[in-house]
């Protein structure tokens, strides 16, 4: 699977940016999906995660009722919605695949198989 992120950007404050993942090479609509993001001198911190087959979501604390996930298997597409974005959300931001291997630790950036390069989000104060 390729992945490739897009849509980072320069905001204000509570303004919005919407992340797209683009996957390619494999059947799409199987992996479970994250996006993670890493700023300066930090570790990677999950954002959000999508499965594959229910959708089922799950949200970091910092991001909740801020920022959306959502997925369409048929143009094998993952977007993460950005709204109200604070100065803490800037980062460069990733988006991964996984197969759905039980036991995994889906918050755990080196479960997943599959990563595209970032995009920086920076949000200015």
């Known amino acids: 699977v390729q992945l490739q992120a897009s849509g980072g950007g320069l905001v204000q404050a509570g303004g919005s940016l919407r992340l797209s993942c683009a996957a390619s090479?494999?059947?799409?609509?199987?992996?479970?999906m994250g996006w993670f993001r890493q700023a300066p001198q930090k570790e990677h911190e999950v954002v959000a995660i999508i499965r594959g087959s229910s959708g089922s979501l799950s949200y970091a604390d910092s991001v909740k009722g801020r920022f959306t996930i959502s997925r369409d298997n048929a143009k094998d597409t993952v977007l993460l919605q950005m709204d109200n974005l604070k100065p803490e959300d800037t980062a460069v931001y990733y988006c991964a695949a996984g197969l759905p291997i039980l036991g995994r630790n889906w918050y755990d950036w080196t479960a997943y198989d599959y990563w595209g390069p970032g995009t920086q989000v920076t949000v200015s104060s």
């Open positions: 090479g494999r059947t799409f609509s199987g992996y479970r």
